[in-house]
């Protein structure tokens, strides 16, 4: 059974470490904030000048005027610091964030990704996402594995114009955990309830699968 977009997220939170600055890109990356593992400490990161960035508010913490890079209010963490966008694109810039994570429209064998814009579609534009994908040591992407036509969004290469180039290290999707190297990508785990023939059938790309694959695990 596919994941939803929670379970997602959930999955992305086990490849934080203790004390990694991680930027967490708009869509169901921003729930990756929900789910940082018990006992770690991470320092979440938003190009519009917030480090820091906590879980999303109740009721009675809301503040308007404390949002991340998507428009939508957040917390923050005790510690936290504010500042402006040029200084937040400057620790990008820097490669001081370990770890950013991503939506994409599509990713491809080597490593490509695009995540921007659909020709003929409306263009909401680049924002932070050129900058995170050349700055950050490490990039997962998360996004369904095929569309809602049932087309793989995992390609040999990809169709879209590119945010960027041989980037993005892991992905997770609603079906699979994969890794991206050499060329093709490498099946860790699969969703429960979902079976290696139906990844393989839903990536377009060159998919290598060796021994048995196991089940993604949530505590």
Known sequence: MALSREQVAMRVAQELQDG????LGIGIPTLVANYV?????????????LLGMGQYPTEAQ???DMINAGKETVTAVKGAAIFNSAESFAMIRGGHVDLTVLGAFEVDQHGNIASWMIPKKLIKGMGGAMDLVAGAQNIIVTMTHASKHGESKLLEQCTLPLTGVNCVKKIVTDLAVLE???????LLERAPGVSVDEIISKTAG????????????FD
């Open 20 to 23: 990694f600055y991680v930027n």
């Open 37 to 49: 593992p018990k006992g770690i400490e991470v320092m979440l990161q938003s190009e519009n000048g």
């Open 62 to 64: 809301l503040d308007a």
């Open 180 to 186: 991206v190297k050499d060329g093709a990508f490498y």
């Open 206 to 217: 060159k998919l290598i699968v060796e021994g048995d694959i196991p089940e993604m695990q």
